[in-house]
């Protein structure tokens, strides 16, 4: 069994920062790309920021310049550091993780429970 669990939600000022943590646990064998999502009340989910196993990134344009993800292979944990925090980045944040298991020949899609990141004065 494979298990993603995410950390670091909270609520914060506008122009605040937070970090995320997303560890990877169980049965694992490797870990391919990783991603955090988000999905705001009323709207579809959304892809904030992907990581590859080789550290490619890319953002969402909404995003750039203001997150960083970034990933620590040896303990299979993601982050994402948000800085410049606005009201419009309120919502549930997802993390994603490509993974092959460790009696498995193939990577399958899990995902995360989600954690509230409000921004509000």
């Known amino acids: 069994q494979v298990q993603l669990v995410e950390s670091g939600g909270g609520l914060v000022q506008p122009g605040g920062s937070l970090r995320l943590s997303c560890a990877a646990s169980?049965?694992?064998?490797?870990?391919?790309?990783m991603g955090w999502y988000r999905q705001a009340p009323g709207k579809q989910r959304e892809l904030v920021a992907i990581?590859?196993?080789?550290?490619?990134?890319n953002y969402a344009d909404s995003v750039k310049g203001r997150f960083t993800i970034s990933r620590d292979n040896a303990k299979n944990t993601m982050y994402l550091q948000m800085n410049s925090l606005k009201p419009e980045d309120t919502a549930v944040y997802y993390c994603?993780?490509?993974?092959?298991?460790?009696?498995?020949?193939?990577?399958?899609?899990?995902w995360g429970q989600g954690t509230q990141v409000t921004v509000s004065s």
């Open positions: 169980g049965s694992i064998f490797s870990i391919n790309a």
């Open positions: 990581i590859t196993s080789g550290s490619t990134t």
């Open positions: 994603k993780a490509n993974i092959r298991r460790g009696v498995a020949y193939y990577f399958s899609d899990y």
